[in-house]
């Protein structure tokens, strides 16, 4: 149902192709939220994969850290993984299969907000009768070598996105829906690393198209 919904989301950005420059749009500085992702890919032996995610996270913009549940289901299998990353300490660990990986990070720069390169592609309403306006922000990113699409409603919460590229031969399209979004962090010990990622090394990082959540967090 919620694909159904998001790829109709798609076809209506795809029609409409206004532009103009895009207003500082950041992210509430702290938020959780649940995130629906569905990526489809495809590389040059025709050989096809899709995988769903339903996420769960926590964003700290004061303490620049992110934490997420994160359950992927690519055919009849379904793994999740918990992710905390503190750019603060410039680490990330990854839970999976009762095993902690530790990775460094990538500096926290400007996430969260929507960049200046960005144009507004479009407007529109969401439902009937209720004043919810979305706007849609595009701007392109080097590596992958990817287009990104989001939607956000008139105080910047993300609604919708549509990430699509290529990397290393292989072609992907990566739909993502915000659902339940609550201002603030209920239980800020989801920070503390847990004991089982306190003797761990390191990690390989995850490519960027196989990242589950928002290009911008
Ligand atoms: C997953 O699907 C494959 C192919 O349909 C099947 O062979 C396999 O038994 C399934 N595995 C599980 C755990 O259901
Ligand atoms: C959103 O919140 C409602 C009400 O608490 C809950 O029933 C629903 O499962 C939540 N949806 C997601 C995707 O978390």
Request: net charge negative; glycine share 8%; aromatic share 10%.
């Amino acid at each position: 149902m919620c694909t159904v919904t998001m790829w109709k989301c798609l076809a209506f950005m795809c029609a409409l192709a206004t532009t103009a420059h895009s207003d500082s749009c950041c992210v509430p500085t702290q938020f959780e939220c649940s995130e629906g992702t569905m990526t489809g890919s495809a590389d040059d032996d025709g050989n096809t994969a899709l995988a769903q995610a339903l996420i769960k996270f926590s964003f700290d913009g004061n303490g620049k850290r992110v934490y997420s549940v994160e359950q992927v289901i690519v055919g009849n299998q379904s793994d999740t993984y918990t992710i905390l990353q503190l750019y603060n300490q410039g680490q990330q660990y990854v839970i999976h299969n009762g095993v902690c990986s530790r990775g460094s990070l990538e500096t926290w720069g400007n996430k969260g907000c929507i960049p200046d390169t960005a144009t507004v592609s479009g407007t529109y309403q969401l439902g009937y009768g209720q004043n919810i306006w979305i706007t849609t922000y595009s701007w392109s990113i080097p590596s992958p070598t990817a287009s990104v699409s989001l939607g956000v409603t008139d105080n910047c919460v993300p609604v919708v996105e549509i990430f699509t590229g290529q990397q290393e031969g292989t072609s992907f399209l990566a739909l993502q829906g915000f659902q339940n979004i609550t201002l603030g962090i209920k239980d800020p010990s989801v920070f503390v690393v847990p004991d089982i990622c306190k003797h761990q090394s390191t990690s390989v990082p995850v490519p960027m198209y196989r990242r589950r959540r928002s290009t911008l967090f």
